[in-house]
């Protein structure tokens, strides 16, 4: 039987091949430790977890209405810092790329309304990033989104 928490590797430019663009990051909360001082969420060796936010530019991503934002975890002991922005046609974007990329697959069933009759269930599979590290995408061999436009 294969684990329900079971991580496989997925190269960057698999999970993302038109690339992402950096939103933000901010820390995990622990939602156990709500009332706690240090409530941030730590992995199972005890460093500190971190959300990356980016924006996936494959047109699939928003298709059917979903929103193409990805949110992808990094474990460190310091807030993780995006690579230099670049700046395309008088505006400023960061595109990134994670090192060691892993996605877990798991069943969203948020959208199933099981209590209904007849049942109509919209349970997806949905997947959930980690990574090592952000990078900047040159580091990584893969062509920035800038550059491929």
Not at 48 to 73: C, H, I, N, Y
Not at 88 to 99: D, L, R
Not at 123 to 140: F, I, K, N, T
Request: charged residues 20%; hydrophobic residues 40%.
């Amino acid at each position: 039987m294969v684990p329900n928490s079971m991580r496989y590797p997925m190269p960057f430019d698999y999970a993302f091949p038109a690339g992402a663009l950096f939103l933000g990051v901010d820390k995990q909360i622990d939602f156990d430790k709500l009332r706690e001082d240090d409530n941030q969420a730590r992995d199972e060796h005890g460093v500190r977890l971190w959300v990356v936010t980016v924006m996936d530019q494959d047109p699939e991503a928003s298709k059917f209405g979903r929103t193409p934002q990805v949110k992808v975890k990094i474990a460190a002991p310091h807030q993780p810092v995006p690579p230099e922005p670049i700046q395309v046609a008088g505006m400023s974007i960061t595109p990134v790329a994670f090192t060691d990329l892993t996605v877990t697959p798991y069943t969203d069933s948020s959208a199933c309304k099981g209590e209904r009759q007849p049942h109509r269930c919209r349970a997806r599979l949905a997947w959930s990033y980690r990574a090592s590290g952000m990078v900047a995408p040159a580091e990584l061999g893969v062509t920035p989104v800038a550059s491929a436009a």
